[in-house]
Each structure stands twice: as C-alpha cells, then as structure tokens.
C-alpha cells in the first residue's frame, strides 16, 4: 500500500500506525489478478447468518423516515478504544441502499473491538417505511445531517465515527464538505468510494455489479409505485436500463421540478465542497476496482496532495470494497480502517496533553 497526503504531525502518525499493522503485510486471496472474480466471489459468498439488530425510525422534518440498525450481540473483552466511552461507528451502505455481507463483516468486527455499530438506512431503503413522494439524492447530506444529530444527542460523551462502502461514499463526503468543522464526527473512512458521481453514471459499470443493484432497486420501489405516481413517471422508472436512467428519472424527470441533469450534479457532486472538509478522511482505494474506473480519471490526487484532511490508502490489488485475504475476516479492509480509527483517537489524545486542552463532557 502507499499512503499519499499532505505531509503533516497527523501523516506522520497515521503512517507509523499503518506501518505497524500486521494486517497490511499479510497474505492475499489466491487469485489476487482478477478482480471481476473476486466481485463474482463476493456475490456468490454462501451467506452468513445475519447478526441481531435493533431497529430505530427517525422522523425528519417534511415526515419523512430514515432507519438506524442497531447492531447487536457479545461486546469484546475490551470496553471501549484507548478507553472512555465507547465510540458509535456509523455505517452508510451503497447509493442503492444494500446492505452487503462486507459491511455487516465490518460492524461485526467493529462491536468485537468495542464499537457500537449503527447502519443508516436512507428513505424507502432496506425496509425502511417511504412516507413522502421523495428518495434522498446521491449527494443531499440532509437526512444524514438529522441522523448525526440524533446520534451525537444519544450518545453526548463518546467520539462519532463514521465509514462508508462504494457508492455510498458519495453521501458521506457530500456531507463533510457541507458540513464543515460542524460535521460533529471526529473521523470517516470511506471503502473504495466513488469520488465523481456524474462521471461514475455516464461511464457504466460492470454488468456484474450494475444488474444486481438495479433490480435491487426496482424491487424496492415497486412496492411504493403508487405513491410515487404522483411525483414521476413509474412505468419509466421500473423500465430503466441502467443505473444511470434510473437515478434521471427519480431525480430530474419529476413532475412537480423536472431540472437537467447536469443542473442535478452541480447540488449533488460529492467533492464540490470538498475544501470545506475539517474532519480527517481516509479513502482505502484499490488501483484496479472495476467499478469505480481508471485511477487516472477516477481519483482525485491533487485533492490528497492538498488538503490535510484526506489521505489515500492505495492498494494495487484489490477489487471493489474486496480487499480479500485468507483466514478469518476475509478482507483486510476492514483491520485498517478500524487501526485508522485508534490511530487517531490515539493522534487526538496526545493533542490534547499537549496543549492542556480539557476534555469535553
């Protein structure tokens, strides 16, 4: 792997913790070469009993609802990273609402570390009752906005942290940049995200990905058709082709304020804040992810060149939000996100010493 940012005191130590973790020079999956095999692999998985989840419903301001999973079941042994308060690890799905075996893997692995998991269900997604004529654009952080809002008031004293899969990205960075240093995270990670949303739609992706999603998807809102009636065409919107057709005629071909879809990326493009960011991001990136695109035209170097706050975690191999290996765990993803996120609680607890700064309560 190799870490490219802005050098920095946290760089350096981001760098010194990364290089220690055992887990970055480990073994690989046996056919590290093919990365369209390992997505096969990851839809083909036999799939694992689902951990128990507490679900919550929170009721936005126009009645909508989004929903909060609460994964639960045995802590680990240890109470919580680098003690205090446990920390709540925020989990945000794919754009399509997905909830995908990895990411469970990771918040299972993350409550065994001492985290509390929480998955953030996006409107009509996962079961999650649609109450209004309207779905959450790529990058609104709206609803988001509320969901971080409601956590940070349950949990007062612990650190906010949160982690983001493939397209899910979108809304995480969308939601940083807007949001500033009144993000009220003290960390995010994003598992190989997509940067350029316009770009990403236009360009296609693997039938092997773009398929399952979008049947997903449909299967989704089919059962909100006649609700949606009113605000698009429904008979358009079953009939899409592809991801791309779908999110127009959700987004921009509405009855009520149809708009362009270039008009809809400039609102919704998930870096067009990205200078306003105030909350370290680490974006673990495979060289050769199948989905996302070239690294040439898909990730955003000069934004890690210049910004403190973004960090590439960059791999050769590695698939889409794969990052497989033997043994138990099956990604190693997963370890050095989770090391990313003691490593800067470790950063901001020795900044704290430093300058004499109290504790918030």
């Known amino acids: 792997c190799r870490l490219l940012c802005k050098p920095s005191a946290l760089a350096q130590h981001l760098l010194r913790s990364l290089g220690r973790s055992a887990v970055l020079r480990g073994g690989c999956w046996p056919w590290p070469r093919w990365p369209r095999l390992q997505m096969m692999q990851q839809l083909l998985q036999l799939s694992e ?3 128990a989840v507490a679900r919550e419903l929170l009721q936005l301001p126009d009645t909508g609802l989004v929903a909060l999973d609460w994964l639960v079941g045995p802590r680990g042994a240890g109470s919580s990273v680098g003690g205090g308060p ?13 909830v995908t075996g990895g990411l469970l893997q990771l918040g299972l692995r993350a409550l065994e570390q001492g985290f509390i998991p929480v998955i953030f269900n996006r409107r009509g997604h996962n079961g999650c009752p649609l109450t209004t004529p309207r779905l959450q654009p790529f990058g609104d952080p709206g609803d988001l906005r509320e969901a971080v809002t409601y956590l940070r008031c349950r949990h007062p004293a612990g650190p906010l942290l949160a982690v983001s899969e493939g397209s899910g990205s979108g809304l995480l960075l969308a939601y940083l940049g807007e949001s500033g240093s009144s993000s009220r995270l003290a960390a995010a ?7 350029c949303g316009q770009d990403w739609f236009e360009a296609g992706m ?3 990905y773009e398929w399952p999603l979008l049947l997903h998807l449909k299967r989704g809102l089919s059962r909100y058709a006649g609700a949606l009636a009113q605000a698009l065409d429904v008979d358009r919107l079953l009939g899409s082709r592809s991801l791309r057709e779908l999110e127009e005629t959700l987004f921009c071909r509405t009855k009520s304020r149809p708009s362009s879809w270039e008009a809809y990326w400039e609102r919704n493009e998930p870096l067009r804040d990205a200078d306003e960011a105030a909350v370290p991001v680490l974006c673990l990136c495979s060289a050769d992810d199948p989905v996302r695109g070239p690294p040439a035209r898909s990730l955003p170097l000069e934004l890690f060149r210049s910004s403190p706050y973004f ?9 889409h939000c794969g990052f497989p290996r033997r043994g138990p765990g099956r990604c190693w993803g997963h370890e050095a996100v989770l090391e990313y996120f003691r490593a800067m609680a470790e950063f901001l607890r020795a900044e704290e ?8 309560r």
């Open 49 to 51: 009993p689902e951990p």
């Open 86 to 98: 446990s920390p709540v690890l925020l989990l945000i799905p794919n754009a399509a609402g997905k």
């Open 189 to 195: 990670a994003c598992l190989s995200p997509v940067f």
């Open 206 to 208: 693997p039938w092997l």
């Open 311 to 319: 960090f590439l975690l960059l791999t050769p191999r590695g698939g």
């Open 353 to 360: 010493r430093r300058k004499g700064l109290p504790r918030p």
